[in-house]
């Protein structure tokens, strides 16, 4: 995701008495991009879309949302620039490398005892998150066995994930993180190095089948045996998170495992009571609950 600059315009466009006409004009928006492109961006989290939108405004030298809006509409490449600034591309691998560690001690032992796996990595965005569990597949035995499923909206990142190449500053982050999760080889086994970037070996991804799929307006995937959605749902209103919760639920099998971000849960929805805590700090929960 591109890094997010204040405004310069914030002040004296959407300034002191102005924020009803900057919910306006944000509303008619969003509103305007779901009927000419399909894409429903109106449940996203309002800070999430102000940032975004102010950022896209500094970055683009317009002044209102307004001006914004018409360019959105008459120009498609001006569309598809934001919705690279609107998807949630944050990522990395073995993010949370205590979240990988417990899928290998506690989940992986589970899903071994199944002659076929699938796995649904919801939101993977550039694919670290994809890799970081094929490799995690491999070094347990189970990767062969394993379908994984990698969805995004974004038509963009997608390609990058199939490609598996990212920038080699940010390999010595991961390969710590790498070694946190319980690693048992070096990250450095599973990519080759060249001209400043790293392309991880197209092995770990002979099961993967990347797809575009939207959360927000789009049905079930597939049935799976784990549902991966981590850092996500943060940047949804309560009303598109209890749909998507919904949605990944109807996705798992009877005794799954859904996996979410550090800073998400199922607490206080109406899914709490379907599901046992497996890990609450690291957010998996295993489907079947108290009153099952």
Request: aromatic letters at 12%; proline letters at 1%; a positive charge.
């Amino acid at each position: 995701m591109p890094s997010e600059k204040k405004h310069t315009n914030d002040e004296s466009v959407y300034g002191a008495g102005n924020s009803d006409i900057f919910d306006l004009e944000l509303n008619l928006l969003f509103q305007a991009v779901q009927h000419k492109y399909g894409y429903d961006f109106r449940n996203y989290s309002k800070a999430h879309l102000k940032r975004r939108i102010l950022y896209r405004l500094q970055a683009s030298e317009i002044h209102t949302i307004s001006e914004l809006q018409h360019k959105v509409l008459w120009e498609k490449n001006f569309y598809r620039i934001l919705l690279q600034d609107l998807s949630i591309n944050v990522t990395e691998m073995f993010r949370d490398p205590l979240f990988y560690k417990a899928l290998r001690e506690k989940i992986l032992p589970v899903l071994s005892t199944w002659a076929h796996i699938k796995v649904w990595i919801a939101g993977c965005a550039t694919g670290e998150e994809v890799y970081s569990l094929a490799i995690l597949l491999k070094e347990e035995n189970l990767l062969n066995r394993t379908r994984i499923y990698a969805t995004d909206f974004n038509k963009k990142v997608l390609d990058i994930a199939r490609q598996g190449i990212y920038k080699k500053q940010d390999i010595e982050q991961y390969a710590t993180h790498y070694t946190d999760s319980g690693g048992k080889n070096k990250l450095s086994d599973y990519y080759t190095a060249r001209y400043g970037s790293v392309m991880f070996d197209q092995s770990l991804a002979k099961n993967v089948v990347f797809a575009d799929h939207n959360l927000v307006t789009d049905g079930v995937f597939a049935e799976v045996n784990m549902a991966i959605c981590r850092n996500v749902l943060i940047y949804f209103n309560k009303t598109l998170q209890n749909k998507v919760l919904h949605l990944l639920d109807a996705s798992l099998s009877g005794s799954g495992f859904l996996c979410l971000g550090t800073k998400e849960s199922i607490r206080f929805t109406d899914m709490e009571d379907k599901y046992t805590v497996i890990e609450d700090k690291y957010k998996i929960f295993k489907k079947g609950g108290k009153n099952d």
